[in-house]
């Protein structure tokens, strides 16, 4: 799909500035072809007005829906990222890559979003423009698979050199298929302020992490500049609740999302698990938990506990920052959402989406397709396209970094 389109960028109107990249204010869609990388000038404008209509004359790549599956790319997020460096592309130099793909396929898991705005289409169609401009001596091959089993098959395969797989897709081929795909990057969202010390590094001890945010001066703002690569479930309830610990939950009533939920679910199970309870729907016997799942997302879990349907919930830190869920209740006099309510655990450490690859790559390609898409979306235009997927930055992965993930992927296999 995507090299049909490009097919039709030599006859748009295009602008460079003195750094090469597009200027969207005469970009119809905000494509950078490599026409527009290669010399400044104007294009012809004839089928301008003519490109969506035919775009939408094409049966559109089918997609899944993006409903959360272990691992969230929607909320902002907190972990901590291995030292470890990938392999240099300089160390590897004598290295032999006379058996790595001429034409490299890069495959992104399904968007809704995507399918249903072509310009996304196109934009992504200028990924490939700028990974062949920083990778010389190959070609990218971009698009959208349809759903996601057909992308971990393909890369198992070895149809599919390069994913962009969730944590839950990475920890099932990497369990039932070791040693096909491996992880290069993992996507970053802004960390919230009480994850980060005086210093800008990344708190990582969860009980320093729940006391900053049970602070009297914590209202869910966001670190200036620091990122990180993955996220947390809460443990939430009243301040005036008698659960201080996960073990004082056994029969009590929690508030959850559907058991397809990471955050909302899934991780929060594992949670019980490793403290020697379970979920149940039904009235809970000992060591059990009642499950109660509510519809609407986060933020209706959090407000079933505040109405006293049940005595906690869990959600994703945090889900009370960015919403207007909770006006009514902050319209209270008296009443705050931060103050009155109390975080007592943290599950571990849910990681977001990775880049990752096929293992017979050279460790050379490897290191350049790392490097590639760090460059690429600290640009503009690399922005705007890849936060199709809601990532803004990318950092160094190496797969020890989801061990959780492997975990929690047995977990639910085995027990949910």
């Known amino acids: 799909m995507l090299k049909w389109l490009r097919k039709f960028q030599n006859l748009l109107t295009f602008d460079t500035s003195a750094n090469g990249f597009l200027d969207n204010r005469v970009s119809m869609v905000g494509i950078t072809p490599r026409e527009l990388l290669e010399k400044k000038g104007t294009y012809m404008k004839k089928i301008s007005a003519l490109i969506l209509p035919l775009l939408f004359a094409f049966p559109v790549l089918a997609a899944c829906s993006s409903s959360e599956v272990v691992s969230t790319t929607s909320t902002p997020v907190t972990s901590t990222i291995t030292s470890e460096e990938p392999v240099s592309s300089e160390v590897v130099s004598s290295e032999d890559t006379s058996n790595d793909p001429t034409n490299v396929i890069v495959r992104f898991v399904p968007s809704n979003t995507a399918t249903s705005d072509p310009a996304m289409l ?10 062949e401009e920083k990778i010389p001596g190959h070609t990218f091959d971009l698009d959208i698979t349809t759903n996601y089993e057909a992308l971990t098959e393909a890369m198992v395969s070895g149809q ?11 920890a099932y081929v990497t369990v039932e298929e ?33 006391a900053n945010v049970n602070s009297s001066s914590y209202n869910g703002e966001l670190h200036a500049t620091s990122k990180v690569t993955s996220y947390y479930s809460m443990l939430i309830v009243k301040n005036e609740s ?18 397809s939920s990471g955050s909302g679910y899934v991780y929060p199970a594992v949670l019980l698990h490793q403290n020697g309870l379970s979920f149940t729907t039904e009235t809970p016997g000992t060591d059990e938990v009642q499950a109660v799942q ?31 869920a909770f006006d009514a209740y902050n319209a209270v006099e008296g009443q705050n959402v931060f103050r009155d309510l109390r975080v007592v655990d943290l599950s571990p450490g849910i990681y977001n989406d990775t880049i990752s690859a096929i293992s017979s790559l050279s460790n050379t390609l490897k290191a350049q397709i790392q490097q590639a898409f760090m460059e690429i979306i600290e640009t503009e235009f690399g922005l705007e396209a890849l936060s199709l997927y809601n990532h803004t930055g990318y950092k160094i992965a190496v797969d020890s970094d989801y061990d959780g993930e492997r975990e929690v992927y047995i977990f639910k296999r085995d027990n949910l």
């Open 122 to 131: 196109l934009k992504l169609s200028g990924i490939e423009t700028l990974l």
């Open 160 to 170: 599919v050199h390069v994913g962009f797989l969730t944590s839950a897709q990475y």
């Open 178 to 210: 070791p040693g096909k795909v491996e992880v290069l990057l993992s996507s970053v969202r802004n960390a919230y302020a009480a994850q980060i010390d005086a210093q800008g590094n990344e708190i990582t001890d969860k009980d320093t992490i729940i």
């Open 242 to 259: 008698t659960i201080t610990s996960i073990a004082d939950l056994e029969g009590k009533k929690v508030a959850t999302g559907s058991q």
């Open 294 to 324: 509510i519809s609407g997302g986060h933020q209706a879990q959090i407000q079933a506990m505040i109405n006293g349907t049940t005595d906690a919930a869990f959600a994703f830190l945090d889900a009370r920052v960015g919403t207007t």
